[in-house]
């Protein structure tokens, strides 16, 4: 039912926790070792834990978002939706332009077609 709350268990990603734990640790640098890219919202908050002083590396991202996958901790959530906010602002505005450009195209063409049909009948 879409009004019953449902409880969901999420989990972090490896290199999250592993990074997180390590900096509990006092660790703040090293390279987190896995075998695949890391999701978008993993590469985002080892960014973020940068930014904050650490340095960590990873295999890079393969820019997929896995929802509830992200840490909790409030600065790093906040951090991440700016990012994607950021990202989808802008896929949205190539996705614009795109279907703007095409049609701006046509209005200029008919636009000229139809200057070049008054210019014409000025020589009936």
Same mark, same amino acid.
């Given at each position: 039912?879409?009004?019953?709350?449902?409880?969901?268990?999420?989990?972090?990603?490896?290199?999250?926790?592993?990074?997180?734990?390590?900096?509990n640790?006092?660790?703040?640098?090293?390279?987190?070792?896995?075998?695949?890219?890391? @999701?978008?919202? @993993?590469? +985002?908050?080892?960014?973020?834990?940068? +930014?904050?002083?650490?340095?960590?590396?990873?295999?890079?991202?393969?820019?997929?978002?896995?929802?509830?996958?992200?840490?909790?901790?409030?600065?790093?959530?906040?951090?991440?939706?700016?990012?994607?906010d950021?990202?989808?602002?802008?896929?949205?505005?190539?996705?614009?332009?795109?279907?703007?450009?095409?049609?701006?195209?046509?209005?200029?063409?008919?636009?000229?077609?139809?200057?070049?049909?008054?210019?014409?009948?000025?020589?009936?």
């Open positions: 039912m879409l009004n019953e709350v449902q409880q969901v268990n999420l989990t972090l990603h490896c290199e999250i926790l592993l990074a997180q734990f390590l900096e640790e006092g660790i703040r640098r090293g390279v987190i070792g896995v075998s695949k890219a890391c @999701c978008l919202s @993993c590469a +985002i908050v080892l960014n973020k834990m940068n +930014i904050l002083g650490g340095r960590w590396r990873a295999s890079g991202t393969h820019g997929k978002i896995y929802p509830g996958l992200l840490p909790r901790n409030s600065v790093l959530e906040a951090h991440i939706k700016q990012k994607v950021a990202m989808l602002r802008d896929e949205l505005d190539k996705i614009r332009l795109a279907i703007e450009s095409p049609v701006r195209a046509i209005r200029q063409e008919a636009e000229a077609i139809q200057e070049e049909l008054e210019d014409l009948s000025m020589y009936k």
